[in-house]
């Protein structure tokens, strides 16, 4: 058990590129979430993946933001034209689902992709 | 919908004092309720969870109890150690009413001073 590990750990751009970031889940964790964290706030939620398949979107997911899971292991987040006000932590973290209901789940959190669009 | 207010740090103690940490919901069903914290330099990671009224969750001397007629769930601990200096987020989830999403408080920063 390696923990939850996310690529890059930083990453700078300029306004208007796109960006992708990579999330490699605990092995053989079935539930998968993305977080955005801006600086003196909690974590606010993404999205969730049971396996591969997308199951919730926040409205904070616009149309510039998509994630994927293919195969139900890792999963990336891209996003398109970015802005300055995309500038953020973003955590992902996975979960076992032996514990039934995603509600009860302990999420094991990655370090979190650290994004600054200049 | 459902959403969490925590105290607004920062909280600075000094070694062996007690601490509480408060924390209130809103939620329309039956939440669990969580608390992560986040150390310097390190990711997010769970301290305790309850998941039904009435629930203590304990863990490293930190506790803290589900009240569903207070809607609380404020963090506890005896005596602090420098070593607990962190940032604390208290954070609800509730699959039947709120999704797969987990809503989290905004952070309370502890300072402990030897």
């Known amino acids: 058990d390696t923990g939850v590990s996310q690529n890059p750990r930083h990453k700078i751009t300029k306004r208007g590129q796109n960006v992708t970031f990579r999330c490699d889940p605990i092995s053989e964790h079935n539930r998968l979430y993305w977080y955005r964290q801006t600086l003196g706030q909690g974590p606010e939620f993404l999205t969730y993946f049971q396996n591969e398949a997308q199951l919730e979107k926040s409205r904070l997911l616009s149309d510039r933001f998509s994630a994927e899971r293919p195969k139900g292991s890792f999963s990336t987040l891209e996003i398109q034209r970015t802005e300055q006000g995309d500038s953020a932590m973003y955590l992902c973290?996975?979960?076992?689902?032996?514990?039934?209901?995603?509600?009860?789940?302990?999420?094991?959190f990655g370090p979190g992709t650290r994004l600054t669009v200049l | 919908g459902n959403s969490v207010t925590q105290m607004e740090g920062p909280v600075t103690l000094s070694e062996e004092a007690f601490l509480t940490i408060n924390c209130t919901y809103t939620a329309t069903g039956y939440p669990s309720l969580f608390w992560y914290v986040q150390y310097p330099g390190e990711g997010l990671q769970l301290l305790l969870k309850a998941t039904k009224a009435d629930d203590k969750g304990s863990n490293k001397g930190f506790e803290a109890t589900y009240r569903k007629e207070t809607t609380s769930f404020h963090l506890e601990k005896g005596s602090v150690q420098v070593s607990d200096s962190a940032v604390y987020f208290c954070a609800l989830s509730d699959q039947r009413t709120g999704g797969f999403k987990t809503i989290f408080g905004a952070g309370t920063r502890l300072f402990v001073k030897a």
């Open positions: 973290a996975s979960s076992s689902g032996l514990a039934g209901e995603p509600s009860t789940d302990t999420q094991y």
